[in-house]
Structure formats: structure tokens, C-alpha cells
Nanobody
Framework: QVPLVESGGGLVQAGGSLRLSCAASGGTFSRMGWFRQAPGKEREFVAVIKSTGRTDYTSYADTVKGRFTISRDNVGSRVYLQMNSLKPEDTAVYYC????????????WGQGTQVTVSS
């Protein structure tokens, strides 16, 4: 099991920004992503970044497109989520996910970090 550790969550006012980080110990990954789960709701996809070695491909949920940016380090063991123009509906526990495969379910998950956006 490869531990993924998220950090950077917290409380922010609507319109503010936060930057989440996720560090993987003992592994490098071709695909890393972020998901979130709000109270009473199912976990949902936020963003993913895939590396083919030459190019990184990113994809976002429609609800965050244009506001959130996913990025990663060159090694493939750390991923970031820059969140701007935050809204109260972005309030959730954010989870980091990683996999050595480009497609398919993620094999590794972090424990989550709470993001709370006040109105």
C-alpha cells in the first residue's frame, strides 16, 4: 500500500483560494487525481492529470472547470490542486488518488482533507 498524504485544506471565504497538495511515499504514478465528497453526497470526480512521459493531459469536472487547476511534479509523486473563486458548494472532503495505469479505477487513495467555504 502506497500512502498518499493530502494537505492544504482549511476554511476560506467564498471567492477565496486554496492550494491542496498530495504526496505519495514510495511510488511514482502515471495518473493522479482529485475527488471530493460533500456531506450526504457520493464521492465525485474533480480533476485528473495523466502523464505519457512527454505530455500531461488534464481533465476537470464541469463544476470546477475554469476555477481549479491540477498540476504535478516532474517525478510523478506529488500532485496539486489550485482552487480559485471558491464557492460554498465546493465544501467537501477532498481526496487524492493515484495509479500507475492511465485508465481504470484508481488503486491508491489518500485519507482526505477538509475544505470548507463560508458564504
Amino acid at each position: 500500500q502506497v500512502p498518499l498524504v493530502e494537505s492544504g485544506g482549511g476554511l476560506v471565504q467564498a471567492g477565496g483560494s486554496l492550494r491542496l497538495s498530495c504526496a505519495a511515499s514510495g511510488g511514482t504514478f502515471s495518473r493522479m487525481g482529485w475527488f471530493r465528497q460533500a456531506p450526504g453526497k457520493e464521492r465525485e470526480f474533480v480533476a485528473v492529470i495523466k502523464s505519457t512521459g512527454r505530455t500531461d493531459y488534464t481533465s476537470y469536472a464541469d463544476t470546477v472547470k475554469g476555477r481549479f487547476t491540477i498540476s504535478r511534479d516532474n517525478v510523478g509523486s506529488r500532485v496539486y490542486l489550485q482552487m480559485n473563486s471558491l464557492k460554498p458548494e465546493d465544501t467537501a472532503v477532498y481526496y487524492c488518488a493515484a495509479d500507475i495505469r492511465i485508465v481504470g479505477p484508481f488503486d491508491y487513495w489518500g485519507q482526505g482533507t477538509q475544505v470548507t467555504v463560508s458564504s
